[in-house]
């Protein structure tokens, strides 16, 4: 039997400073192509788990314990040269704000280019070709949007600069923090199928974080329920909310 892509193990979380634990003991796996929610209300510590799953959180604030395996390589003790090597290229997340996650100053294409230039030896005419690439797998097919500025986009445009620039390296985990929070209703829907049709023909794994349980069933029937420091899995399609 095939070990899983990520595996959590007795991840603890506490503030360093006030000594509050924000959770305690959470474990779970995640197999390849698979998608897994983390379901739980503002503060529940959602994107925080997220971040010590990518090793974000800073030390000197937060205590992190337990094992974060990637492909078998444990993540808690790696390197920061090898972590910087692994985000992005095998491991990466998508933001809530856009805006706050791309670049006012550079193109659209070269924000994706340097990405790529982190994780390869690619001269520069691939660079572009594959930062065009991702931008057509995401619908963003007109050339406009290789050379535009984040503030020539639309809400919905800006979101899949975000999710092309996650996927630049082809990574085999998907961490979405609440990927449609600042778009309308419409541009959610459109957003939540590109989603879905990147996972199916990329073979993508997801954590799809949320505090919708609604937004769960285009993708999964598992999720992760976080509430007052603990996690306990759930089966979407037997609960109701």
């Not at 509050?20 to 209300?41: C, K, N, Q, V, Y």
């Not at 205590?63 to 390589?73: E, N, P, T």
């Not at 594959?130 to 050379?147: E, H, M």
């Amino acid at each position: 039997m095939s070990q899983p892509l990520l595996k959590v193990r007795d991840l603890t979380i506490r503030h360093r400073s006030s000594d509050r634990l924000l959770f305690e003991g959470i474990s779970f796996e995640l197999e390849a192509s698979e998608t897994l929610g983390i379901l739980g209300a503002s503060g529940s510590g959602k994107t925080t788990l997220a971040r010590a799953i990518l090793r974000l959180l800073p030390p000197a604030v937060w205590h992190v314990s337990g094992s974060i395996q990637l492909d078998g390589i444990e993540l808690s003790t790696a390197q920061e040269r090898d972590l910087r090597q692994m985000r992005g290229a095998r491991i990466t997340m998508v933001s809530q704000e856009p805006e706050l996650a791309l670049n006012p100053v550079l193109s659209v294409g070269k924000q994706i280019e340097e990405v790529l230039k982190a994780h390869f030896p690619l001269s520069q005419k691939a660079c572009q070709e594959q930062a065009k690439a991702a931008l057509a797998a995401v619908g963003l097919t007109d050339s406009r949007f290789y050379r535009a500025s984040v503030q020539e986009l639309s809400g919905g445009e800006r979101q899949r600069v975000v999710v092309a620039q996650a996927l630049a390296a082809k990574p085999s985990v998907l961490i979405l923090d609440e990927p449609t929070s600042a778009v309308d209703t419409i541009t959610q829907a459109e957003v939540l199928q590109l989603l879905k049709q990147l996972r199916d023909t990329l073979k993508l794994a997801f954590l799809f974080i949320t505090h919708n349980p609604a937004l769960l069933n285009e993708f999964t029937t598992r999720a992760l329920l976080m509430r007052e420091g603990t996690a306990r899995e759930l089966n979407l399609s037997c609960e109701s909310f």
